[in-house]
């Protein structure tokens, strides 16, 4: 995703553009809650990395709402929640509670559902 690509350029500006208009385009006809929620979390990330804190966490509660609308919405989608909330926590200096935060999202998404994140998060999918 172009999110994505951009992010692991290290344009975090233009990640979160990309990711913004992702979830536009994903607005228009009959919504697709996973989809919208990953691009929330996808432009989450990368406003937390802009140190736009506040806009970071809107969009982890929009993801949360979106993913309030998926009739069987999996742990694992959840816990990626979990995961960039701890980013956000930690662009506002609460070390402690992110890495907690992290640390117990990390073991249950393994636990889960095999899941072992790379430890730099570049996009939610």
Not at 23 to 34: D, L, T, V
Not at 54 to 82: C, H, I, N, T, Y
Not at 90 to 96: H, L
């Amino acid at each position: 995703d172009l999110a994505g690509a951009r992010a692991g350029q290290g344009w975090q500006e233009g990640a979160a553009e990309a990711a913004s208009q992702a979830a536009a385009s994903f607005a228009h006809g009959e919504p697709n809650a996973n989809a919208m929620a990953h691009s929330k979390l996808t432009e989450a990330l990368a406003r937390a990395r802009l140190h736009q804190t506040g806009e970071a966490r809107a969009l982890v509660a929009e993801a949360r709402q979106w993913l309030a609308k998926v009739p069987q919405s999996s742990e694992v989608d959840s816990l990626f929640v979990d995961l960039v909330r701890a980013e956000v926590l930690r662009e506002e200096a609460a070390t402690g509670e992110a890495d907690l935060i992290e640390r117990k999202a990390r073991e249950r998404l393994k636990a889960v559902g095999g899941v072992v994140p790379p430890a730099h998060l570049l996009l939610v999918y």
